[in-house]
């Protein structure tokens, strides 16, 4: 109990009042001479101890009077234990802005509502409080690096926020909160969660977490309080939305010109049918396609949209769905497709031939570039270039996107160092097998122990014809039967392939690859790669992310003998594809077979592309654009890709708000990289190169978002009680609370009723003792 | 107190041309207002009876003997004077004097009624005695119908003091038994004390056949309690009784009190058959004799 007038609070003494003028008139008192005292006598003698209690009444409530009146003015507060007054807090705001708070109720949004509710929140702090804000949607993060003191600046920073995001992470907010809490110095701390508590988000907390929530809650010295306001009505339990679950684009590249399809899921979360709703295609805002289609309550419908694009480069694919929901934000999703006006692949021909296909690389050539060897007016996506192996040079390198070593027996020094460096930079290459291979050149310098580029060394030579003393005789077709009986040829296991490049032929309507006899190969033994010293030299002089991706190859396809036929290994920035046999029809009749044209289409343009970061991110994943400098270094002797006094371009980046911001490129090998890990917020993002080109990213998020059940009232209860926090059912009614608790409560209303009840006591009293009412 | 001022001008004018009658038959020495219980020759013809040897000559109807040849004699209802009796309570609770009661103590109340009531008598030829009493009887005149016994009256009431303790119940015997022959008693008292005893004491009077007119003497004080101040309660007649009280705590019991007490006296006087004329010393004496007198001569 404190006293805000505690001066006025002596006027309690007034009760001496009464007490004093009861013993002047008892002191002042009249006498008269009375006759008819027989009467008086009896009935002061039967009522003498009554009227002793009833004085004493009405002295007791004429004394109450100034002291209660004394303590009215006083303006006393009621307080507890523990009583905090103005002690600062240390308050964690859990804001839910995941793009189901985009929702609206009759009110507004629910973001609105949770931002107005967190500031009210924070104007009835006191002063010295810290606050730190988590934002709950998608990944857990901080809106500030540091809790701050200063709330008006907090407020600022609310008012500025825009939900959208992905799914709430309730477990991982919390632990985050708590951690935050740690770190302010408090004697009372708060985490309150600003959340429309949907039910998807919530029952992702299990019972154990929680558990284990709650002990680290109750852990603390000091105590903790989690309160949990739900913004959203569970009134309004109407959760009728339509959403555009996903956009799929075709896995394989696509050129300029080339028709592809687009493939888009609906999902409706509403209870009841969405007829005739029109969903459309836009490429780069501009409309492509639109179609009407029926989307069942609680059902999917699937739409497929043919596109093509006529310029290369980076474009957004958006399908969007009109319908009439309480959610708009799912109602379009976009994604980011690259577009390859060609694919420069040079061919290193380690054997070539006089005749038509007779060299090494020919029906690998022809299979590239169909249009343009059958002389159909259609343009290849892969343009091709053969060279000798002699003829390799830096500059051709550095104009092709994949170089093919085929049947080559060994490069120069020079040439190697030019490969290995344009591999680890980012190149794509493939190697395969042949008569012509110099094995230990091919040990020793380009396997080089597993340090080389090769993924295997070139092993035994098995097949029909492998025990031969002359491969290079038996490499007629036909003749191979004859060399050795004993010998056998094999076939690709048929299985389902996670390959990039082999996914396409899952489909059996895309060609069975086991059908294909390989007659010849090598035996490629997989073995991790060996440290050495020069090797150790060269990652130090990498960046470590570099170093760190070259791993273990990778089996992308095997043989029936359990050898395998297609190895494949990241060396540096770079990927590397071995394969056991020729690309030509001496080992293998592959190149007579239908699926050889869309086998090495496939590898090529998955190899051309696979250097490239992707550009369909989940949320929170870093947008990786990685580019050519501006210029080329002029001096031929400069080997680096960039002169190091060479200033770096600032790249900018605008994200799905349209804010702009600028990002710094740096070195990677012989490519400049822009990364931005800013994603947390679903939808596309574009980087504007120093080439002028834009770079577009669609950030994608989990579209059980668009479930917007929420927790009803006693599952809300249930919930927030098995954190062991309290669910406020409004933020004015916690703020009473909170405000009682802090200052405690003034009782001068009570007591002037007290005051005026015993006016009206004294009077009544005074009345009914002296008989004048009954 | 003077003569002039226990009957003053006032109050004999006020009361001239007034009559007191009893309402039962008394026994008196002279003809008078009053019937008496002896049958004789005055005025008012009561019946004939046969003459008897004996019989004075000069009460023979003669002319209903020339009628009828038979002797009769004409018999007369005799008027008496009346035997009044006034009962003047002194005691000290007689001494109370109101403050709106125009500076009279109801004993001064008391004697200027019995004044006036002994003059009434007096001028109408009836016979007037006193009794002045508080715990014992303190003087008794014995009536005298002669005017000059109001002078005797008179200067008895001038002398008395409110004083003593009451005790009315054994002096109502005592001068009960002094009364021998009928006549109208007039109480004037408060009539303070136990009512059970006191209506005894008056049974005694109505034993003997006095017809009783009690005239209780009331302040305004005593009968509403107006008192608001812290007062001590003193009492007249016992000096070392006194209580100090706050009067508006006592106010309700004391009116209920005064109301039993009240209404056990009228029950007691109406079963015997006694006047209670209350009168309270804020009105005049004369005025409220006056409409006593007035109400008895309706209803007689």
């Known amino acids: ?774 | 107190m003077s003569a002039p001022q226990v009957l003053s001008a006032g109050d004999v004018s006020r009361l001239s041309g007034l009559q007191l009658l009893v309402k039962q038959v008394v026994e008196g020495f002279s003809s008078g207002l009053h019937r008496s219980p002896h049958k004789g020759f005055s005025v008012e013809f009561r019946e004939h009876r046969a003459y008897v040897p004996g019989d004075d000559i000069r009460t023979i109807d003669w002319k209903l003997f020339g009628k009828t040849d038979r002797l009769y004699i004409r018999e007369y209802e005799e008027e008496t004077n009346l035997r009044c009796t006034i009962l003047l309570d002194c005691s000290g609770s007689m001494g109370y004097r109101g403050s709106r009661a125009g500076g009279l103590s109801k004993h001064e109340f008391a004697v200027r009624c019995a004044a006036c009531l002994a003059w009434l008598m007096l001028q109408q030829q009836d016979s007037v005695g006193l009794v002045t009493f508080d715990t014992q009887i303190r003087r008794y005149i014995p009536p005298r119908a002669r005017p000059r016994h109001l002078k005797h009256v008179l200067n008895e009431l001038c002398t008395q003091q409110p004083g003593a303790e009451t005790g009315l119940a054994d002096v109502f015997h005592q001068i009960a038994s002094r009364i021998h022959r009928r006549g109208l008693v007039l109480v004037l008292s408060d009539l303070f004390g136990d009512v059970d005893q006191l209506m005894k004491a008056l049974a005694h009077f109505r034993h003997a056949r006095h017809e009783v007119v009690i005239f209780q003497i009331w302040d305004e004080d005593e009968l509403d309690f107006p008192f608001r101040q812290w007062t001590q309660f003193s009492s007249l007649e016992n000096s070392a009784q006194r209580h100090l009280v706050d009067p508006a705590q006592l106010r309700k019991a004391y009116l209920q009190k005064l109301a039993e007490y009240r209404e056990q006296l009228t029950r007691g006087c109406s079963r015997q058959r006694i006047s209670l004329v209350p009168l309270t010393t804020s009105q005049p004496c004369a005025d409220a004799l006056a409409a006593w007198l007035a109400v008895r001569r309706r209803a007689r």
Not at chain 1, 3 to 14: E, K, R, T, V
Not at chain 1, 219 to 224: F, L
Not at chain 1, 433 to 455: F, I, M, Q, T, V
């Open chain 1, 1 to 774: 109990m404190t006293l805000l007038n505690p001066l006025l609070a002596f006027g309690a003494i007034a009760l001496l009042v009464p007490l004093l003028i009861h013993i002047f008139n008892r002191s002042r008192f009249r006498t008269i001479e009375w006759g008819a005292m027989h009467l008086l006598e009896s009935v002061i003698s039967q009522n003498r101890r009554r009227f002793r209690i009833d004085q004493l009444i009405l002295l007791l409530i004429r004394c109450l009077i100034p002291a209660v009146l004394a303590a009215c003015l006083a303006r006393p507060v009621l307080t507890g234990t523990g009583l905090l007054g103005n002690a600062p807090v240390g308050l964690v705001l859990l804001l839910d802005n995941s793009y189901s708070m985009e929702a609206t109720d009759p009110a507004g949004t629910r973001f609105s509502a949770a931002v107005d509710s967190a500031c009210q929140l924070l104007a009835g702090l006191p002063r010295g409080s810290q606050v730190s804000v988590v934002l709950t949607g998608g990944r857990p993060t901080l809106l500030f690096d540091r809790p701050l003191t200063d709330l008006q600046a907090v407020t600022r920073r609310l008012r500025q926020l825009r939900p959208g995001f992905g799914a709430s992470d309730v477990a991982g907010s919390l632990q985050l909160g708590m951690d935050q809490l740690q770190n302010i110095p408090a004697v009372r701390r708060q985490l309150l969660v600003l959340s429309d508590l949907q039910a998807e988000d919530w029952a992702a907390l299990t019972k154990g977490s929680a558990t284990a929530l709650q002990k680290q809650l109750q852990a603390g010295t000091v105590p903790t309080e989690l309160l949990v306001l739900p913004v959203a009505s569970t009134q309004q339990q109407s959760a009728d939305n339509l959403a555009v679950e996903s956009v799929e684009l075709p896995q394989q590249p696509v050129g300029v010109g080339q028709e592809f399809f687009v493939r888009t899921r609906l999902r409706s979360y509403a209870a009841k049918d969405f007829n005739t709703t029109e969903v459309s295609l836009t490429l780069d805002g501009q409309p492509v396609s639109t179609v009407q289609t029926e989307v069942k309550a609680g059902g999917t419908a699937d739409v497929l949209f043919r596109c093509r694009s006529e310029a290369s480069g980076s474009h957004v694919v958006t399908v969007a769905v009109s319908a009439d929901d309480l959610l708009g934000t799912d109602n379009q999703r976009s994604a980011a497709l690259e577009i390859l006006n060609s694919v420069p692949v040079l061919l290193v021909d380690g054997d070539p031939g006089t005749q038509p296909l007779q060299g090494e690389t020919d029906y690998l050539s022809v299979a590239l570039t169909p249009w343009t060897f059958g002389r159909v007016p259609l343009t290849d996506l892969l343009q091709t270039q053969v060279v000798p192996a002699a003829q390799l040079t830096e500059p051709l390198l550095k104009t092709a996107r994949v170089v093919v070593l085929a049947n080559v027996p060994k490069l120069s020094d020079q040439q190697l160092e030019w490969l290995t460096s344009w591999v680890r930079d980012g190149g794509a290459l493939l190697v395969t097998a042949g008569n012509r291979l110099d094995l230990d050149w091919h040990r020793l310098k380009l396997w080089n122990e597993g340090n080389g580029l090769l993924p295997a060394v070139w092993g035994e030579l098995r097949g029909v014809g492998s025990d031969g003393a002359s491969a290079g005789a038996a490499a007629t077709p036909g003749s191979a039967a004859a060399a050795s009986p004993s010998a056998r040829s094999a076939r690709i296991v048929s299985r389902r392939s996670e390959h990039p490049a082999l996914a396409f032929f899952n489909d059996p309507s895309n060609g069975d690859l086991s059908t294909a006899e390989i007659r010849r190969w090598h035996v490629l033994t997989v073995a991790p790669p060996s440290s050495t010293a020069a090797d150790a030299v060269d990652a130090a002089e990498r960046p470590a992310d570099a170093t760190a991706s070259a791993g273990i190859p990778a089996v992308a396809a095997v043989l029936d003998t359990g050898d395998p036929l297609l190895l494949e290994r990241r060396s540096g920035d770079g990927v590397v594809l071995q394969l056991a046999t020729a690309v030509d029809a001496d080992w293998s009749d592959l190149p007579l077979r239908p699926f050889y044209v869309p086998l090495m289409q496939q590898l090529m343009t998955t190899l051309a592309v696979q250097i490239q970061p992707p550009r369909n991110l989940l949320a929170g994943a870093p947008a990786v654009a990685l580019f050519a400098p501006a210029e080329e270094p002029a001096a031929t002797a400069d080997t680096g890709p960039t002169s190091p006094t060479q200033p770096l371009p600032t790249i900018t980046l605008l994200d799905p708000l349209g804010a702009r911001s600028g990002l710094s490129a740096r070195q990677q090998g012989r490519w400049l990289l822009a990364e931005s890990t800013v994603t947390q917020r679903p939808g596309v993002y574009t980087m504007t190169l120093p080439d002028g080109l834009p770079r577009h990213f669609a950030v994608q998020t989990d579209s059980s978002e668009s479930d917007l059940r929420l927790l009803d009232p006693g599952q809300q209860q249930a919930a927030v009680e098995q954190l062991g926090g309290q669910l406020l059912k409004s933020l004015q009614e916690y703020l009473e609370t909170d405000r009682r608790r802090r200052h405690g409560q003034e009782i001068w209303p009570l007591l002037l009723a007290g005051l005026l009840g015993l006016l009206a006591l004294e009077v009544l009293l005074q009345q009914r003792f002296a008989g004048v009412v009954r």
